[in-house]
């Protein structure tokens, strides 16, 4: 009789997601129809002061119906978040009509479960075509293919909230030639994971990337004597732990789901909080919207003289032009000497970048753009969230 009543609320409460999920299709195809607008009176694609009336307007009417403040303004903010990406994509695919393909081969590192496959799905869910997966063996594979026109994109993680700059990556974009059209966020929850029935006082050896070592360091200091084995990939590291008696392998749940594997350990990153952000290279560079946030990324090396790299960077700051991120790594075959990867927000179409990169050239020895793509690091307004069980005076 109990699981009759439990049943039926069950029941009561799949029907209401189901209408939720009609009510979320339907919005979205609204907010299509709001980007053919935007394109059509050349109006930005983020309105974040209406967004933050709006947040607020819907807070206030959510407490009036018993919920959270903070509830309901993170459900909204990822709602407005996927449509605002979902119309930069698609300004993108107007500007852009070549880059429009009945298929996408789309490289990647790993295969089935792995971090990088999620972040393909991730991105490519957002434009149109079919998604041709090439799973690949090494982050130089992945350029390759785009390079020789055999993948039409190539998915690289560059940077991890736990781990930092990826180096083998940004080493990579040094001399290839490819050109950076995107990014995106990928959430990161590893796990170890194992054969059936083994636990973790089983286990001797684990197998995983470098990369899911360095953001899992503390939980692998306290395995002990257990030894770690490197892998090229994530995916590398399942497939070796399927085969090796007693052992394990730092993964993804699904990634070890896929694989008929199952959680010994959740959450063993030293963060709970773990992010790694990708970037979309192809073979051409993409024209961007000024209609849309925008990132640029350039190497350049300064003169081996005191102050060159201030003199470069100051030219930023005259033209106005935000710098969110540096990064030097040394010149293969010339000891002492570094180039330097700088992530801008701004678009190449605008005059302030453009007379920078002149300024640029007159106080550096080579400069090369790597890319300039729309940028996915939507920051939430912020909006005050008070619970609805606050007590007001």
């Given at each position: 009789?109990?699981?009759?009543?439990l049943d039926a609320l069950r029941k009561d409460i799949n029907e209401i997601d189901a209408e939720l999920l009609v009510l979320l299709a339907k919005r979205r195809r609204i907010s299509h129809s709001v980007v053919e607008y935007k394109i059509a009176h050349n109006k930005p694609i983020r309105d974040e002061e209406?967004?933050?009336?709006?947040?607020?307007?819907?807070?206030?009417?959510?407490?009036?119906?018993?919920?959270?403040?903070?509830?309901?303004?993170?459900?909204?903010?990822?709602?407005?978040?996927?449509?605002?990406?979902?119309?930069?994509?698609?300004?993108?695919?107007?500007?852009?009509?070549?880059?429009?393909?009945?298929?996408?081969?789309?490289?990647?590192?790993?295969?089935?479960?792995?971090?990088?496959?999620?972040?393909?799905?991730?991105?490519?869910?957002?434009?149109?075509?079919?998604?041709?997966?090439?799973?690949?063996?090494?982050?130089?594979?992945?350029?390759?293919?785009?390079?020789?026109?055999?993948?039409?994109?190539?998915?690289?993680?560059?940077?991890?909230?736990?781990?930092?700059?990826?180096?083998?990556?940004?080493?990579?974009?040094?001399?290839?030639?490819?050109?950076?059209?995107?990014?995106?966020?990928?959430?990161?929850?590893?796990?170890?994971?194992?054969?059936?029935?083994?636990?973790?006082?089983?286990?001797?050896?684990?197998?995983?990337?470098?990369?899911?070592?360095?953001?899992?360091?503390?939980?692998?200091?306290?395995?002990?004597?257990?030894?770690?084995?490197?892998?090229?990939?994530?995916?590398?590291?399942?497939?070796?732990?399927?085969?090796?008696?007693?052992?394990?392998?730092?993964?993804?749940a699904q990634a070890g789901k896929n694989a008929g594997l199952e959680v010994v350990k959740s959450a063993v990153a030293n963060q709970p909080d773990n992010h790694s952000r990708f970037i979309v290279v192809a073979?051409?560079?993409?024209?961007?919207?000024?209609?849309?946030?925008?990132?640029?990324?350039?190497?350049?090396?300064?003169?081996?003289?005191?102050?060159?790299?201030?003199?470069?960077?100051?030219?930023?700051?005259?033209?106005?032009?935000?710098?969110?991120?540096?990064?030097?790594?040394?010149?293969?075959?010339?000891?002492?000497?570094?180039?330097?990867?700088?992530?801008?927000?701004?678009?190449?179409?605008?005059?302030?970048?453009?007379?920078?990169?002149?300024?640029?050239?007159?106080?550096?020895?080579?400069?090369?753009?790597?890319?300039?793509?729309?940028?996915?690091?939507?920051?939430?307004?912020?909006?005050?969230?008070?619970?609805?069980?606050?007590?007001?005076?």
């Open positions: 009789m109990a699981n009759d009543v209406r967004e933050l009336i709006v947040l607020e307007k819907l807070i206030s009417y959510g407490k009036s119906l018993g919920l959270d403040g903070y509830y309901v303004n993170n459900v909204f903010q990822t709602i407005i978040e996927d449509s605002v990406l979902h119309q930069q994509a698609m300004l993108q695919q107007n500007l852009n009509p070549e880059s429009l393909n009945e298929t996408n081969r789309v490289a990647y590192l790993g295969g089935q479960g792995s971090y990088s496959q999620l972040a393909c799905h991730k991105y490519f869910s957002r434009r149109p075509g079919q998604v041709i997966e090439l799973g690949c063996d090494s982050f130089q594979k992945i350029t390759q293919l785009v390079e020789t026109g055999q993948a039409d994109y190539g998915l690289l993680p560059i940077e991890n909230t736990c781990s930092g700059s990826i180096n083998e990556v940004y080493d990579l974009l040094q001399h290839a030639q490819v050109s950076i059209v995107g990014e995106l966020t990928q959430s990161v929850e590893h796990c170890l994971i194992a054969q059936p029935g083994v636990e973790l006082q089983d286990i001797t050896k684990v197998f995983g990337h470098p990369q899911p070592f360095a953001q899992c360091s503390q939980f692998v200091q306290g395995l002990g004597d257990m030894q770690l084995s490197y892998c090229d990939s994530t995916s590398s590291a399942i497939q070796e732990a399927l085969k090796t008696k007693n052992s394990a392998a730092i993964a993804s073979r051409k560079a993409m024209q961007v919207s000024k209609q849309i946030p925008t990132k640029t990324t350039l190497i350049m090396a300064t003169a081996q003289s005191a102050g060159a790299l201030a003199d470069a960077l100051m030219i930023f700051k005259q033209q106005q032009i935000n710098l969110v991120k540096l990064e030097s790594r040394p010149v293969p075959g010339n000891p002492w000497e570094e180039v330097f990867y700088v992530d801008l927000e701004a678009n190449l179409a605008q005059s302030n970048v453009k007379r920078a990169l002149e300024s640029l050239k007159e106080v550096t020895e080579y400069i090369r753009i790597l890319g300039c793509y729309p940028s996915e690091s939507m920051k939430a307004v912020k909006v005050n969230t008070p619970s609805s069980h606050a007590i007001e005076n």
